[in-house]
């Protein structure tokens, strides 16, 4: 790991926007000599921190992608890009267990797949004038992006539960659970608990199957952030660890950690992916001149009719209303 000195620190400081340009290779030349100064983590022995180094075939498909800078909102400008993302999200789902009724997006990282994931739970489980009673479960050992999401959705402080942990870093399911018959007592609106697999300082696993039967019988929303250990799940031989995850209504799973891809590659699932559709579908006037015919897909209004799959959606398109 090389720090930059203050020499070098003070000169990028110094440095102005030119009034003239000047040659690529000048450019390039001060890049390398002045701008590099940072961690190098894709050693392939390097363990240091959570991010993982980035395999050379990723860093082959940003360059890729950064030429030809795809648009991927309809399917007549980027086909190939969306028949690819539907599918690898479709291996992914996989992985977790989920069922063909399952779904999601990539998303640019960790933080905004945990927004996206509560925000279209809390759609799901409160109607809007509820939403001031909401209450959301978390562990002290949570990332902070969930409790950012949660404050960028309108959630006070006094509507997110910061459960103690066991002597293992875990959320403590005993007190999860009074926690929630206490505020229901109250006349509150427990809507979500956010579990953790792979927490960021200890890489501890919440108990997945416990936290599941608890929002079974309480009826809450179950995410799973594993933006750091889900990867687990492609793992023979500890996939184990994430018994029963595939239980969660969502979850967070970043591939710029433990699947070696570049950052700005995080992907957000969802056990049936009407709940991802239900909050988020829209239907722009600018984009429909390029409505999806002939079993074409385009994002912006997948899934316009929850209740079809994708299959029937590709077999079927007059009969989802694209």
């Known amino acids: 790991m090389t720090v930059a ?64 800078n795809p648009h991927g909102g309809t399917w007549m400008e980027s086909s190939a890009a969306s028949c690819l993302e539907q599918e690898t999200i479709k291996w992914l789902c996989q992985q977790a267990g989920y069922s063909k009724t399952a779904g999601g997006l990539f998303v640019s990282g960790g933080s905004i797949a945990n927004l996206t994931a509560l925000a279209a739970a809390r759609h799901a489980m409160l109607a809007e004038t509820e939403y001031n009673d909401g209450v959301a479960y978390l562990s002290e050992q949570a990332h902070f992006s969930v409790i950012k999401a949660l404050r960028i959705m309108g959630l006070t402080q006094e509507q997110i539960r910061k459960i103690p942990c066991d002597v293992h870093l875990c959320i403590d399911t005993l007190q999860l659970e009074q926690a929630i ?35 079974q019988r309480h009826r809450l929303w ?8 889900a990867s687990v799940l492609v793992s023979k031989k500890y996939r184990h660890l994430l018994k029963d995850i595939s239980r969660a209504d969502s979850q967070v799973w970043d591939a710029h950690k433990w699947l070696f891809q570049t950052y700005a590659c995080s992907t957000v699932l969802f056990r049936d992916r009407k709940y991802l559709a239900a909050f988020y579908s829209s239907d722009p006037e600018y984009l429909r001149d390029a409505a999806a015919e002939n079993g074409e897909i385009n994002y912006w209004e997948w899934e316009t009719n929850p209740a079809c799959t994708l299959s029937e959606i590709v077999a079927h398109p007059a009969d989802t209303g694209n």
Request: aromatic share 10%; proline share 7%.
């Open 5 to 68: 000195d203050d020499a070098a620190i003070q000169k990028l400081r110094n440095m102005v926007f030119p009034q003239q340009g000047r040659s690529l290779d000048s450019v390039v030349s001060e890049m390398l000599g002045t701008v590099t100064n940072q961690a190098f983590l894709q050693h392939p022995r390097f363990f240091a921190f959570v991010p993982s180094p980035a395999s050379p075939l990723s860093w082959v498909g940003d360059v890729l992608t950064d030429a030809y």
């Open 181 to 215: 018959l206490k505020d229901q007592k109250e006349g509150k609106k427990p809507f979500l608990v956010v579990a953790t697999a792979g927490t960021t300082n200890t890489g501890g696993i919440d108990p997945l199957s416990q936290i599941a039967d608890i929002c």
């Open 222 to 229: 179950f995410h799973v952030d594993g933006a750091y250990g």
